[in-house]
């Protein structure tokens, strides 16, 4: 059974720090990873979607990456701000089995960046 | 246009009652889900639909009962709810259900009372 880690469970830094965020997950047999960014009672917000064959990508101040067969991957923010203050939540899609194609969710790192 | 958009943004309803939360999406998405997520936890998964037809029901309890009818709109009725079932529902959808980005929308918060 796929179980997905995100670590650290939150973070708090000074605005302009540069900071990385983990995940890892026990199975790799994955189509893709998705991080999100979710604001308190708020519904979730598509960051970066990586497919099982790229090792990263990117989109303004947002980078990740994906190694696939040590079951990890890190998002990167650059110069953070505090309007990036949220929960950040990983997710894989598995390739196998009964809930072939459905995301599984990390607990999520709750990031709060101080002016 | 990559929106989710779910109505109502709040219900409050009583044990009794029989209510409906609906999403809609005019990506031409195929895969719609809906997702449940407790305070401070992860969202889990209740239902998929892939090509308006009822795909994968995670062992849900049958007060809660998900309708396709067409393929932009996911209805999920609800009856005789607990106050446990109190949390945030989330729909999403995707092109497929496999190797694409899911998109979510911003979620009904439900208080059941």
């Known amino acids: 059974k796929q179980e997905v880690t995100q670590i650290p469970a939150a973070l708090s830094v000074p605005e302009g720090e540069n900071l990385v965020l983990n995940c890892s997950f026990t199975d790799s047999a994955i189509y893709n990873l998705q991080w999100f960014r979710q604001d308190p009672g708020k519904g979730l917000t598509s960051l970066l979607l990586i497919q099982s064959s790229q090792r990263e990508q990117t989109s303004g101040r947002l980078n990740a990456s994906l190694d696939k067969s040590s079951g990890r991957s890190t998002l990167y923010i650059a110069a953070s701000q505090p309007g990036d203050s949220a929960t950040y939540l990983c997710?894989?899609?598995?390739?196998?089995?009964?809930?072939?194609?459905?995301?599984?969710f990390g607990k999520g790192t709750k990031l709060s960046v101080k002016p | 246009d990559t929106e989710v958009t779910q109505t109502p943004k709040h219900l409050v309803m009583g044990m009794t009652n029989k209510k409906s939360l609906k999403c809609e999406q005019h990506m031409g998405h195929r895969a719609m889900y809906w997702y449940k997520q407790k305070a401070k936890k992860p969202p889990e998964l209740m239902f998929v639909y892939s090509y308006e037809k009822l795909s994968i029901n995670e062992s849900v309890p049958s007060r809660f009962s998900p309708e396709c009818p067409n393929s932009s709109l996911l209805n999920l009725h609800l009856h005789a709810l607990q106050p446990e079932d109190s949390a945030l529902y989330l729909c999403?959808?995707?092109?497929?259900?496999?190797?694409?980005?899911?998109?979510f929308g911003q979620g009904t918060r439900l208080t059941v009372v």
């Open positions: 997710a894989v899609r598995g390739n196998y089995g009964g809930s072939q194609g459905n995301l599984i």
């Open positions: 999403a959808s995707s092109h497929r259900t496999g190797d694409t980005e899911a998109f």
